[in-house]
T-cell receptor, first 112, second 109 residues
Framework: IAGITQAPTSQILAAGRRMTLRCTQD?????MYWYRQDLGLGLRLIHY???????GKGEVPDGYSVSRANTDDFPLTLASAVPSQTSVYFC???????????FGEGSRLTVL | GQNIDQPTEMTATEGAIVQINCTYQ??????LFWYQQHAGEAPTFLSY??LDGLEEKGRFSSFLSRSKGYSYLLLKELQMKDSASYLC??????????WGAGTKLIIKP
């Protein structure tokens, strides 16, 4: 049972480049989330999706976009990466928008 | 604004008991979560409280007082593998999770 799979696990990226972080879950969860985690700060929500076909903005959505074409996949795209987007990105899912979250292993992104 | 406060770091001895506190100020309340996160790994679910009182799960217990905006996580019979960060999160009136910065727990032999 894979749970949530994120790719890549680590990436170094030049500023200005476009990057997509992939997230796939096999638990048939309705809700999915993208967080960033920076030292000394709590997890901050970037975008979320309560069900396939819908998305919403979180606390720090600028510079990021998401899509939710089906239940399993929830990719996060950085259209033009900037150094302040250097962070560890976690994808998570929950059965409903009130349940516990299950996290992927994270994607460490460095923007130079 | 919404705020979750936890101590940044705590140190405890193997075999002892430690209590990690969390205070919160949020717009509404729809439950409080505790997660464990080992260095370089993903957070994993520990406990959920929505009503006042103590929830016990093995060596770990979590307490909630909604009137005080306060929760604690109690870890008993500490083991070296309990060295990790412990994250407190509150679900607000919009069902969004607000996260604390986490408490790094260091266990010494």
């Amino acid at each position: 049972i894979a749970g949530i799979t994120q790719a890549p696990t680590s990436q170094i990226l030049a500023a200005g480049r476009r990057m997509t972080l992939r997230c796939t879950q096999d638990m048939r969860h309705n809700a999915m989330y993208w967080y960033r985690q920076d030292l000394g700060l709590g997890l901050r929500l970037i975008h979320y999706s309560n069900t396939a076909g819908t998305t919403g903005k979180g606390e720090v959505p600028d510079g990021y976009s998401v899509s939710r074409a089906n239940t399993d996949d929830f990719p996060l795209t950085l259209a033009s990466a900037v150094p302040s987007q250097t962070s560890v990105y976690f994808c998570a899912s929950s059965k409903t928008n009130t349940g516990e979250l299950f996290f992927g292993e994270g994607s460490r992104l460095t923007v130079l | 604004g919404q705020n979750i406060d936890q101590p940044t770091e705590m140190t405890a001895t193997e075999g002892a008991i430690v209590q990690i506190n969390c205070t919160y100020q949020t717009s509404g309340f729809n439950g409080l979560f505790w997660y464990q996160q080992h260095a370089g790994e993903a957070p994993t679910f520990l406990s959920y409280n929505v009503l006042d009182g103590l929830e016990e799960k093995g060596r770990f217990s979590s307490f909630l007082s909604r009137s005080k905006g306060y929760s604690y996580l109690l870890l008993k019979e500490l083991q070296m593998k309990d060295s990790a960060s412990y994250l407190c999160a509150v679900r607000d009136s919009n069902y969004q999770l607000i996260w604390g910065a986490g408490t790094k727990l260091i266990i010494k032999p």
